[in-house]
């Protein structure tokens, strides 16, 4: 079966502190990747998407960006963290279109003071 | 480009009550997904149900069930027998063929014992 891995679970870093979360998809091959910003309290924001190994599409301007070194790993990197950098991370995968929509992992609390 | 309205901020239900949550979406696509997914406090994303544009009959899950309008682009979630387990933020989402999940604002709902 499936299973989407992204850790860790919480993090507080300091502001222009570097940061890297790690997302892992098994039990499939060349998934869509994606990851999403949570607000306290909002909805889901796009932040980047991946089709296939080192190919990224940003959705929006920001401080983050996104590498997928292997088929099934996505990870979401700044090299500078910001206050407003704080949220709720989530990493996504589907196949193509499917009535399941996309698969989500457990999500990342991130916190920059 | 894909818009996804959802203009409940909050609500209130009483255990074993009916509730449904609105959602209207905007798109000039003829194909596309429209998913509800529940987040409770824990940040998961869990699944909830799913209609294809093309789908004539509304969908149904257990509890769930999606009153879809095509003509008005409204896709509104209908859980019935309201459960205090079913106190969560609720999203309805929209993707089209092969392209990106949107998501709305969301809903919390609220079960009242």
């Known amino acids: 079966s499936q299973t989407i891995h992204q850790w860790p679970a919480t993090l507080v870093q300091p502001v222009g502190s570097p940061l890297s979360l790690e997302c892992t998809v098994e039990?499939?091959?060349?998934?869509?990747l994606y990851w999403y910003r949570q607000a306290a309290g909002r909805g889901l924001q796009l932040l980047f998407y991946?089709?296939?190994?080192?190919?990224i599409s940003s959705e929006v301007p920001q401080n983050l960006s996104a590498s997928r070194p292997q088929d099934r790993q996505f990870i979401l990197s700044s090299k500078k963290l910001l206050l407003s950098d704080s949220g709720f991370y989530l990493c996504?995968?589907?196949?193509?279109?499917?009535?399941?929509?996309?698969?989500f992992g457990s999500g990342t609390r991130l916190t920059v003071v | 480009a894909q818009k996804i309205t959802q203009t409940q901020p909050g609500m209130f239900v009483q255990e074993k009550e009916a509730v449904t949550l609105d959602c209207t979406y905007d798109t000039s696509d003829q194909s596309y997904g429209l998913f509800w997914y529940k987040q409770p406090s824990s940040g998961e994303m869990i699944f909830l149900i799913y209609q294809g544009s093309y789908d004539e009959q509304n969908a149904t899950e257990g509890r769930y069930s999606l009153n879809f309008q095509k003509a008005r682009k409204s896709a509104n979630l209908v859980i019935s027998a309201s459960q205090l387990g079913d106190s969560a933020m609720y999203f309805c989402?929209?993707?089209?063929?092969?392209?990106?999940?949107?998501f709305g604002a969301g809903t919390t709902v609220t079960v009242r014992a």
């Open positions: 989402a929209m993707s089209t063929w092969g392209d990106k999940l949107s």
């Open positions: 039990g499939t091959s060349n998934p869509n």
């Open positions: 991946s089709v296939g190994i080192g190919q």
């Open positions: 996504a995968w589907s196949v193509g279109h499917t009535d399941g929509g996309y698969t």
